[in-house]
């Protein structure tokens, strides 16, 4: 889990640099911000239930990480080639896709969060799923600015 929030790190920093000082920037800045303190909950989980805890800190740990695999199983390369080249629909496809890989994020801690029986995990779980589906909606809200009549 930690290596797929890394994922979507790289995936919206990588963005966030092509669309430096826009709002769009902005946005996708700050969803890589929340990816990053959603690999820290998991991070703050695990440390504390792993039956071999590690002396890594968080930032040693995700800077080993290597991202490559995204929500819904897709690599970040594949990811960014779904964007496409041309700028005149690449803001839209760029909303479209992050909504898509926020949904997948949801998708996957509410079925973590209903097939684990301990209850701290599944609470932690439910935790990052309704943050992903905060993502979603702050997501639409921006469609709604850039593409709403």
Not at 90 to 110: G, H, K
Request: aromatic share 12%; glycine share 8%; proline share 1%.
């Amino acid at each position: 889990a930690m290596n797929m929030e890394k994922g979507a790190w790289l995936f919206y920093r990588a963005l966030a640099k092509e669309y430096a000082d826009t709002e769009l920037g902005t946005m996708v800045a700050e969803l890589g911000g929340m990816e990053e303190r959603h690999a820290r909950g998991i991070f703050n989980y695990w440390r504390g239930h792993a039956a071999a805890p590690t002396e890594d800190s968080f930032e040693t740990l995700f800077e080993r990480l290597d991202g490559r695999i995204m929500e819904g199983g897709k690599t970040v390369a594949a990811w960014m080639a779904r964007l496409g080249a041309d700028p005149r629909d690449r803001t839209l496809r760029l909303l479209e896709l992050a909504c898509e890989i926020e949904y997948y994020a949801y998708d996957l801690y509410r079925g973590l969060a209903k097939r684990d029986r301990d209850a701290e995990a599944a609470e932690t779980y439910l935790l990052l799923a309704e943050q992903e589906k905060a993502h979603v909606r702050v997501i639409s809200k921006a469609l709604n600015r850039f593409f709403g009549d």
